[in-house]
């Protein structure tokens, strides 16, 4: 069944840590982003990739770091946790056309103590 | 550049009420308009879309019209249940230096009580 995941689902975890964020889709869709949501819900978008070896920022300014070495996976990497990275993380992919609606992960919440 | 203008929450509704979420916008070109819903605990899901002008579309009693004139998509839904209980996204996708990165308004939520 195509589909997107993201694991963890939940991740509670140390300042100063290094943490990967996973995601992956089933869809083939070259488009991939990374958005983090904050608690009044609005979606900023963190970065984005039309394909492999692709790789944008977003609207957001950020400190993690993004890879797309294959058309399926696209992981978020934070070097260094600090507790303003706590929020939800949201995985979503699309076709390359504009009229092609994104498909969403169930998202990862992280928590940095 | 693009971007998406939708009413503040939480709407607080009864069962069987009629529903309007407005949405309005501003895009370079003829974007694509979408609906999103997210549920507790997930991540967002299409409800519908429309990608020209006059166009409707509809899914779940859901309906929005794609309307060029006031350049708005709004959503609504005749009778709300319970279970439409979520927050709901208004987003574009235009071609804005050819990215088709889409646009998300702010989001509104939806409360409905038996």
């Known amino acids: ?113 | 550049g693009d971007s998406v203008t939708q009413m503040e929450g939480p709407v607080t509704l009864s069962e069987e009420a009629f529903l309007t979420i407005n949405c309005t916008y501003t895009a370079t070109g003829y974007p694509s308009l979408f609906w999103y819903v997210q549920y507790p605990g997930e991540g967002l899901q299409l409800l519908l879309k429309a990608t020209k002008a006059d166009d409707k579309g509809s899914n779940k009693g859901f309906e929005a019209t794609y309307r060029k004139e006031t350049t708005s998509f709004h959503l609504e839904k005749g009778s709300v249940q319970v279970s439409d209980s979520a927050v709901y996204f208004c987003a574009l996708s235009a071609s804005s230096g050819g990215s088709y990165i889409p646009t998300f308004g702010r989001g509104t939520s939806l409360i409905v009580h038996p």
């Open chain 1, 1 to 113: 069944e195509a589909d997107i995941y993201q694991t963890p689902r939940y991740l509670v975890i140390g300042t100063g840590k290094k943490i990967t964020l996973e995601c992956s889709q089933t869809m083939g869709h070259d488009k991939m982003y990374w958005y983090q949501q904050d608690p009044g819900m609005e979606l900023h978008l963190i970065h984005y990739s039309y394909g492999v070896n692709s790789t944008e920022k977003g609207d957001l300014s950020s400190e993690s770091t993004v890879s797309r070495i294959r058309t399926e996976h696209f992981p978020l990497t934070l070097e260094s946790a600090r507790p303003s990275h706590t929020s939800q993380y949201l995985c979503a992919s699309s076709e390359l056309a504009a009229y092609n609606e994104q498909f969403f992960g169930p998202g990862t919440r992280l928590t940095v103590l």
